[in-house]
């Protein structure tokens, strides 16, 4: 069966740092589009980092930019999501997902819908 599976979450305080991993199994990693996504409560689901299909290529949100960092490991089939500088309001219910086509507009990566399989979400907090 193809999953993704998150790991890494957790609490920390203002300024540190998590790494969250994203671990594929069924599947080979290599050559799917990676998108991280966050969703806080009473909001809607947001994109904040993605990697290309070819691994050449990111994108962060505003917000994340210069903070977070995107990444993929073939030999471990894994993705990760290494996030410094963190604030409060980074709390959140974090996703990785994987999309196997190519994007015309690679900023369309943070749209959810472009992407074919989730892992179950990790939690996130940020609190002093």
């Known amino acids: 069966q193809e999953q993704l599976v998150e790991s890494g979450g957790g609490a920390v305080q203002p300024g540190g740092s998590l790494r969250l991993s994203c671990a594929a199994s069924g599947f080979i990693l290599d050559g799917w589009a990676i998108g991280w996504f966050r969703q806080a409560p009473g909001k809607e689901r947001e994109g904040v980092a993605c990697l290309s299909n070819n691994g050449k290529k990111t994108y962060y949100i505003d917000s994340t930019k210069d903070r977070f960092t995107v990444s993929r490991d073939n030999a471990q089939n894994t993705a990760y999501l290494q996030m410094d500088s963190l604030e409060p309001n980074d709390t959140a219910i974090y996703y990785c997902?994987?999309?196997?086509?190519?994007?015309?507009?690679?900023?369309?990566?943070?749209?959810?819908?472009?992407?074919?399989?989730w892992g179950q979400g990790i939690q996130v907090t940020v609190s002093s």
């Open positions: 997902a994987a999309r196997e086509v190519g994007l015309m507009l690679f900023e369309m990566c943070v749209l959810p819908s472009k992407y074919e399989r």
